[in-house]
């Protein structure tokens, strides 16, 4: 059975070029002299499908035999992975059901459909996921492409963190520590990987939004466990259970997992449109938020911060950047 390993990801890295984009490592001196230190922020937010999960899901699909492309493919996500499976599909010349939750940001539904998706609305609170894509994947012979918990789905994301060290380089820039969201944790295990082998005295650290803070639970038992009953958050993209049966050993090595509250991610997506002049999704801007909030120090260091994605619902977007969005 195929493992995810860094070997995987520089394959991942041969099998997209030319493919997904390789996103640039923005510094912005505004922030630099707001933080006292110098960040590197990786633009996922202008990737393929506005999101990292490009990577991923072109990585799984662009594998597949010609019998698996004749019976298409099915995924389960809120809305990134969803919409990255339908474009890598699409560009693939086949078939894909997403099962997407009712409550989905409709920016990121409309993109499903954009790109060629069939979409099946579930409801998060009654129904799983899990078992509607399995299902699917049985009745129509589909193959499943899972959102964080596949080998090449992983090493797929984990060429986020290869290219971050490849541009660091580049500009003369020695990371000192590195960002990321943790959600099922597909993103941060890949960056793992990389990190690992490349810069394995970096510390890596995690960052959840307060309420779904599963990795920080999982991290501190040294066990996949669930967060406490959540009543949602703006980080749609963050909103998993618990972290992935293949991502948790992998992320074992993170230094730490910090979290931040709604308040603070509006604060960040705010700072990313008005200073950044980028626009990025509340759950892509989780490591933004940590930084600007003081949860991590950035003086007289050099940091690198992942903004996983970009896909934000235009009416929160503008509660938030005007300032109307009341979050706690």
């Known amino acids: 059975m195929h493992t995810a390993s860094f070997e995987g990801v520089r394959d991942a890295a041969r099998q997209l070029l030319g493919h997904a984009v390789r996103t640039p490592l923005i510094e912005s001196p505004a922030l630099n002299a707001h933080l006292g230190g110098r960040v590197l922020l990786k633009a996922e937010n202008l990737q393929q499908a506005g999101a990292f999960k490009f990577r991923g899901a072109y990585n799984r699909i662009s594998r597949l035999t010609p019998d698996e492309l004749k019976r298409g493919v099915v995924a389960y996500s809120s809305g990134n992975h969803a919409q990255a499976v339908a474009c890598a599909a699409k560009m693939m010349g ?6 997407m939750p009712a409550d989905s ?18 409801d998060r609170y009654t129904e799983s996921r ?39 380089e580049a500009v003369g820039a020695k990371i000192d520590q590195l960002l990321c969201g943790a959600s099922g944790g597909g993103l941060i295990a890949g960056i793992n990987l990389s990190m690992g082998a490349l810069l394995p005295d970096v510390p890596v650290i995690g960052i959840e939004p307060r309420d779904y803070n599963d990795t920080q639970l999982s991290m501190a038992a040294g066990e996949r466990l669930t967060h406490a009953p959540a009543h949602g958050t703006i980080c749609d993209a963050l909103m998993t259970d618990r972290p992935g049966e293949l991502t948790f050993p992998i992320n074992r090595r993170l230094s730490r997992v910090e979290t931040v509250s709604d308040a603070e991610v509006a604060e960040a997506v705010r700072y990313a ?18 930084l600007l909030a003081g949860k991590v120090e950035a003086k007289d260091r050099t940091t690198a911060v992942v903004l996983s994605g970009g896909n934000v619902d235009p009416g929160l977007f503008s509660e938030i950047i005007e300032g109307r969005f009341e979050g706690k």
């Open 105 to 122: 940001p409709k920016v990121k539904v409309e993109g499903v459909i954009g790109f060629g998706g069939e979409v099946r609305l579930y």
């Open 273 to 290: 449109f008005r200073v950044l002049k980028l626009v990025v999704e509340p759950g892509g801007a989780v490591s933004l938020a940590a």
């Open 130 to 168: 899990e078992d509607i894509g399995e299902e699917i994947a049985r009745t129509r012979g589909s193959v499943l492409v899972r959102p964080f918990d596949d080998p090449f789905v992983i090493e797929g994301q984990g060429t986020t963190g290869l290219e971050i060290v490849e541009q660091a």
């Open 94 to 99: 086949t078939s894909a059901i997403i099962v």
